[in-house]
């Protein structure tokens, strides 16, 4: 074992208020999905469980699914499970592909969105955290991983974006009219 130089600050002690998180995504009832934007969002690791130092989701994005042009002050990195999605990042498309990883820098304006004909299957990996909080606070419940959020229009869509604009600056979010 290497002895610590006095160069280095030393490691703080194990905190003993965290534990381990184990997110089983076959166990639905165990984990938070909520409809957003069409698509429904599993949030499979909180901030709170995590110090605040990250969250991760797992989304089930249909065809033509995906969120509008956003930034936020905070990094996301996405990994593509299944399927395929076209990010679009200061304005330059990509295509990400099952196996691909994709890391969005903080305060970047950015869209994904699915243009395939088959569900895309992502992990988000947002840091820090609070992208959990924001989709809970403004989503919808739903059932399963895959269930579909309700179909919003008229009044209720109008009622959702007020909401949505209101509450995107709490959690350092901007939406924009392109990415």
Known sequence: MNEPTSQYPPLPADDLSRNLTLAR?????????????????TITVTGAQTGGRFCVIDMHILPGGGPPPHRHDFDETFIVLEGEMEATFRGKKT?????????????????????????????????????????????????????????????????????????????????????
């Open 25 to 41: 995504i076959d166990d639905e009832d165990s984990l938070p999905h909520i409809g957003l934007v069409g698509d429904t969002y």
């Open 95 to 179: 295509i990400v592909k099952a196996g691909d990883t994709v890391n969005i820098p903080a305060n970047a304006p950015h869209r994904f969105h699915n243009i395939s004909a088959n569900a895309t299957r992502v992990l988000c990996i947002s840091s820090p955290a609070g992208l959990d909080e924001f989709f809970t606070e403004v989503g919808t419940p739903v059932a399963t991983r895959t269930t579909l959020p309700p179909k919003l229009e008229g009044a209720e869509q109008a009622a959702f974006m007020k909401k949505v604009m209101t509450v995107t600056p709490k959690y350092r979010t901007e939406i924009l009219k392109e990415a």
